[in-house]
């Protein structure tokens, strides 16, 4: 049973359109994120959230917009992609306290042409 | 704002050698610490992770870490590299009681010879 899965693992799609990847975790706990991983492999926090609640909102473009229904999913819904956009996605998510770990889906990576 | 540093970009060992993958970390407070581990189209796979208590700290697949708070560090060890140990390996660096953010260093390459 997967803990934290991410659909769709591959998405290619042109410059312009909107795109959105869901995320869902069966592990109960109350904070769930979405990172972005760059051709360089860096690792960059881009939104947290907290019992549906937004908690973290790093320096992204507003053409990014996540969205919790409930404290299970987190969906990332991407306006007018750019050809910047294309990275890896990865979803996670942790308990809320401090001395826990993230749980990481597999990722999404996204190519934009 | 609290960073993690890892200085080696890319490391080769042979396979059976040991292994030691350096991170620095920069934050006030007793950090929370880990590494992850990624394989190559995979996630991120949790090796260990540090909290407080014995500075030595033991992981899946063999591995280790020591916490040193003089140094600021929190390198990862293992005694005897396998060819698939081949991957990515990232230290990260916790903060905040609610609503954490993982903050990730660069992350090392590391490759493995028969």
């Known amino acids: 049973d997967t803990a934290v899965s991410q659909t769709p693992k591959y998405l290619v799609t042109q410059m312009g359109n909107d795109k959105s990847i869901k995320c869902e975790q069966n592990?109960?706990?109350?904070?769930m994120y979405w990172y972005k991983q760059d051709s360089k492999k860096f690792l960059k926090i881009m939104f947290s959230y907290n019992n549906k609640e937004l908690i973290i909102n790093e320096t992204v473009p507003n053409r990014f917009s996540p969205k919790s229904p409930d404290k299970a999913h987190l969906n990332l819904h991407i306006n007018s992609l750019e050809l910047g956009d294309s990275a890896v996605y990865f979803c996670?998510?942790?308990?809320?306290?401090?001395?826990?770990?993230?749980?990481f889906g597999q990722g999404t990576r996204l190519t934009v042409v | 704002a609290q960073s993690v540093t890892q200085p080696d970009i890319h490391i080769t060992v042979s396979e059976g050698a040991s292994l030691e993958l350096r991170c620095n970390y920069s934050?006030?407070?007793?950090?929370?610490l880990f590494w992850y581990v990624q394989s190559p189209g995979q996630g991120l796979q949790l090796l260990l992770k540090y909290f407080s208590g014995d500075t030595l700290v033991q992981g899946i697949k063999g591995f280790e870490a020591e916490f040193k708070r003089s140094q600021s560090s929190f390198n990862l060890r293992k005694p005897s590299v396998h060819w698939s140990d081949a991957a990515e390996y990232f230290c990260a660096v916790a903060q905040g009681n609610y609503g954490q953010n993982f903050v990730f260093g660069p992350g090392t390459r590391l490759s493995v010879l028969p």
């Open positions: 592990l109960g706990h109350d904070t």
């Open positions: 934050y006030g407070a007793t950090p929370y």
């Open positions: 996670a998510s942790s308990q809320a306290r401090g001395n826990t770990e993230a749980f």
